[in-house]
């Protein structure tokens, strides 16, 4: 459980960064340097929060609400299942992308739970707090993109090596709490 906590700990986290912002780098450099720019707000987002809340784990330690494990993976993978949807990978594999982003972000979420390090209000924090930072940078980004007149539907999309051009399914994410 440990190892699956730290994906949401500096030294999970900034390989993730560096991964994703290396990924993204030719189909969409918009995003891979938004990326490590957006996690840094998560960290600065969380520590305020924290500050600001001040209530302690179930371990007694300070500062559990919100958990930033599930605060940072929901803002990282958020983005993720975001690009999937606007690109034109194949529905199956987008599918896929968005299950394993899900499945990644519980499994942390569950395993702060079983190490006593958050109660389950601190992962609702994490989550609620994280999905609101995603949405409004995500509108932000694709405004400003928008407004420089740069950002035509087809180059707000990202584009996989194996895509068929012109071929554009775009599956639409729900998320529930």
Known sequence: MLAVSGLGENYGLIPLIALGSAILWRPSRRWA????????????????AKWAVDRPRPNLAAWGFPSGHVLSL??????????LATST?????????????????????????????????DLAGGLTLGL??????????????????????????????DDQPGVVEVDPVVVTV
Not at 74 to 83: C, D, N, P, R
Not at 140 to 152: K, Q
Request: proline letters at 2%; one cysteine or more; aromatic letters at 10%.
């Open 33 to 48: 340097v938004t990326l490590p720019i957006l996690m840094a707000g998560t960290g600065a987002l969380q520590l305020i």
């Open 74 to 83: 929901v803002v990282y993978f958020g983005l993720m299942t975001y690009l």
């Open 89 to 121: 990978a194949a529905r199956s594999r987008r599918r896929l992308g968005y299950a394993g982003c899900v499945v990644i972000v519980l499994a942390v979420g569950f395993s702060r739970l079983y190490l006593e390090a958050h109660w389950v209000s």
């Open 132 to 161: 609101a930072y995603l949405v409004a940078t995500i509108w932000l980004v694709e405004g400003i993109t928008r407004r420089r007149g740069s950002g035509s539907p087809s180059e707000a999309q990202v584009h996989l090596a």
